[in-house]
């Protein structure tokens, strides 16, 4: 069965950087984009970026443009998504998504990796 | 980027209630729209994807519809374990975007 595994919750300190990861099984992972999403606490969802694992190709919403790093490790099957820059707003959970181009379509998420940010 | 609203934000309903939510995309996204159902604590699940098409396991009583600019999810029969929240999301070109979320209440 499809499955996407996070890391756990983090700390960090404002200023400093994150990387979760998100270990896919049960399907080709070189053969669907990966989404980033998060969503503070009480909040709605925020759409991060995409990353296709067979190319490395990557596309990444205006408001990160600069500040986040969406990669891959293929011999692993496993997704990494990379925050720096750090403040106390991107205390959040943070979601990878498997997602289906031909059919628009995100089916199956990891289970969320809380990172909060504070001094 | 494409700016999604949704309507209402909060809805009270009642068990057995048809209720619909809207989702206006800025500019047109044919039919690239998907609906997602969240529960507190919870990831999101897919209810609808292409604006019209089930989720393979999602209950009938959900339907999609809409194209180009507006969207409509409706629940043909509230049912208790449908009370949370709901967001739409596009999928046109390289940045997808969330609508802000509906919360769906017992009345």
């Known amino acids: 069965q499809v499955q996407l595994v996070q890391s756990g919750a983090e700390v960090k300190k404002p200023g400093a950087s994150v990387k979760v990861s998100c270990k896919a099984s049960?399907?080709?992972?070189?053969?669907?984009?990966v989404n980033w999403v998060r969503q503070a606490t009480g909040q709605g969802l925020e759409w991060m970026g995409w990353?296709?694992?067979?190319?490395?190709?990557?596309g990444y919403a205006q408001k990160f443009q600069g500040r986040v790093s969406m990669t891959r490790n293929t011999s692993i099957n496993t997704a990494y998504m990379e925050l720096s820059s750090l403040r106390s707003e991107d205390t959040a959970v943070y979601y990878c998504?498997?997602?289906?181009?031909?059919?628009?379509?995100?089916?199956?998420w990891g289970q969320g990796a809380l990172v909060t940010v504070s001094s | 980027d494409i700016q999604m609203t949704q309507s209402p934000s909060t809805l009270s309903a009642s068990v057995g209630d048809r209720v619909t939510i809207t989702c206006r995309a800025s500019?047109?996204?044919?039919?690239?729209l998907a609906w997602y159902q969240q529960k507190p604590g919870k990831a999101p699940k897919l209810l609808i994807y292409?604006?019209?098409s089930l989720e393979s396991g999602v209950p009938s009583r959900f339907s999609g519809s809409g194209s180009g600019t507006e969207f409509t999810l409706t629940i043909s029969s509230l049912q208790p374990d449908d009370f949370a929240t709901y967001y739409c999301?596009?999928?046109?070109?390289?940045?997808?975007?969330f609508g802000q979320g509906t919360k769906v209440e017992i009345k």
């Open positions: 998504a498997r997602y289906i181009a031909a059919a628009g379509k995100v089916d199956y």
């Open positions: 049960g399907y080709t992972f070189t053969s669907y984009d």
């Open positions: 990353m296709n694992p067979n190319s490395g190709n990557t």
């Open positions: 500019q047109s996204i044919s039919n690239w």
């Open positions: 292409k604006a019209s």
């Open positions: 999301q596009q999928y046109n070109g390289y940045s997808y975007t």
